[in-house]
């Protein structure tokens, strides 16, 4: 197939959590024969087939508060086309960060105010709405071919925001399943936490539950303050976490927000961790276990076979 891969950041060039998981998806769809072009709002590209037999829409609204934005008729253009919409979080629905309603919209939003001239001169929204009436943005999703979600609770979540009922796909976690094994390491670590240390990633509920235990914190802290509790290791190289796992004998991750899926939890997992989560974890919400890398094998292709199945 020939593919336009529309999306605000090129995962070539950017590797976030979400941006890991595209990037293994395009180069599987390369690999499997599909001939995909990708434009981007960063780095500022459009490369597109004059005729695409598919475009694949994701994340098109991420990062509001940058000063780059995907113009608005690149996506009307796509949507004229057959095209499928993967989400890797909430940034297609609601325009702030870290959905601070989770879920639970109101109209006007309560999370909105004029007076934050900042975000609101960068977004280019000064008006109180719900971000998930948009009219670009219902039509994204109710036109879509394919809605794609990173686990059940996601799903879940942005079809209830957005009042809709559409063809969806849940991809399960990407992850390297022999990196993150159990080494059979002496479990030194009584408690661990890795992932940004902020409001929505659970920081206070940590606080609260954690302060007089043996807590590992690793991960960036989003205020840039070190927190004033635990063992803080700042940020370690990526390559290092499944041994600091292996160290561990309990993985505690207790968001605020609907975590979309939480991959921390599923390496934990398969390093052996025991784990403690709340409700609000969507990597716990498949149903299946999570330290089995059975049920891990072949996401990716499941995720083509379907795109292929389509056309």
């Given at each position: 197939m020939?593919?336009?891969?529309?999306?605000?950041?090129?995962?070539?060039?950017?590797?976030?959590?979400?941006?890991?998981?595209?990037?293994q998806?395009?180069?599987?769809?390369q690999?499997?024969g599909?001939?995909?072009?990708?434009?981007?709002?960063s780095?500022?590209?459009?490369?597109?087939?004059?005729e695409?037999?598919?475009?694949?829409?994701?994340d098109?609204?991420?990062?509001?508060?940058?000063?780059?934005?995907?113009?608005?008729?690149?996506?009307?253009?796509?949507?004229?086309?057959?095209f499928?919409?993967?989400?890797?979080?909430?940034?297609?629905?609601?325009?702030?960060?870290?959905?601070?309603?989770?879920?639970?919209t109101q109209?006007?939003?309560?999370?909105?105010?004029?007076?934050?001239?900042?975000?609101?001169l960068?977004?280019?929204?000064?008006?109180?709405?719900?971000?998930?009436?948009?009219?670009?943005?219902?039509?994204?999703?109710?036109?879509?071919?394919?809605?794609?979600?990173?686990?059940?609770l996601?799903?879940?979540?942005?079809?209830?925001?957005?009042?809709?009922?559409?063809?969806?796909?849940?991809?399960?976690?990407?992850?390297?399943?022999?990196?993150?094994?159990?080494?059979?390491?002496?479990?030194?670590?009584?408690?661990?936490?890795?992932?940004?240390?902020?409001?929505?990633?659970?920081?206070?509920?940590?606080?609260?539950?954690?302060?007089?235990?043996?807590?590992?914190?690793?991960?960036?802290?989003?205020?840039?303050?070190?927190?004033?509790?635990?063992?803080?290791?700042?940020?370690?190289?990526?390559?290092?976490?499944?041994?600091?796992?292996?160290?561990?004998?309990?993985?505690v991750?207790k968001p605020r927000?609907?975590?979309?899926?939480?991959?921390?939890?599923?390496?934990?997992?398969?390093?052996g961790?025991?784990?403690e989560?709340?409700?609000?974890?969507?990597?716990?919400?498949?149903?299946?276990?999570?330290?089995?890398?059975?049920?891990?094998?072949?996401?990716?292709?499941?995720f083509?076979?379907?795109?292929?199945?389509?056309?």
């Amino acid at each position: 197939m020939k593919i336009d891969y529309l999306a605000h950041l090129d995962p070539r060039a950017h590797h976030g959590g979400g941006e890991q998981v595209l990037s293994q998806l395009l180069e599987l769809g390369q690999r499997r024969g599909h001939q995909i072009k990708i434009s981007s709002a960063s780095p500022f590209q459009e490369e597109r087939h004059k005729e695409a037999d598919l475009c694949f829409l994701a994340d098109l609204f991420n990062c509001p508060t940058s000063l780059k934005h995907l113009p608005p008729q690149w996506i009307t253009r796509a949507i004229k086309q057959p095209f499928v919409h993967f989400d890797n979080a909430y940034v297609d629905c609601c325009n702030l960060d870290y959905l601070p309603c989770n879920g639970q919209t109101q109209d006007p939003c309560p999370h909105k105010s004029p007076l934050k001239l900042k975000r609101n001169l960068k977004s280019g929204d000064w008006g109180r709405g719900c971000f998930a009436k948009n009219p670009l943005v219902q039509q994204v999703y109710r036109e879509s071919k394919l809605n794609c979600f990173v686990s059940p609770l996601h799903q879940k979540q942005v079809t209830h925001i957005l009042q809709i009922d559409t063809p969806c796909f849940v991809l399960r976690p990407l992850i390297d399943w022999e990196r993150f094994t159990n080494q059979g390491l002496k479990r030194d670590i009584p408690y661990l936490f890795v992932g940004a240390l902020g409001e929505a990633k659970g920081l206070e509920t940590l606080r609260k539950e954690y302060e007089n235990e043996d807590l590992h914190l690793i991960g960036a802290t989003v205020g840039k303050e070190p927190p004033a509790f635990g063992t803080w290791h700042g940020k370690v190289p990526y390559e290092e976490i499944p041994r600091l796992m292996n160290r561990a004998q309990t993985f505690v991750f207790k968001p605020r927000w609907p975590e979309p899926q939480g991959r921390v939890v599923v390496e934990a997992a398969l390093c052996g961790c025991k784990l403690e989560t709340n409700t609000q974890v969507g990597a716990t919400s498949f149903g299946f276990d999570l330290a089995d890398p059975n049920n891990l094998k072949g996401a990716a292709e499941e995720f083509w076979e379907t795109l292929e199945g389509l056309l």
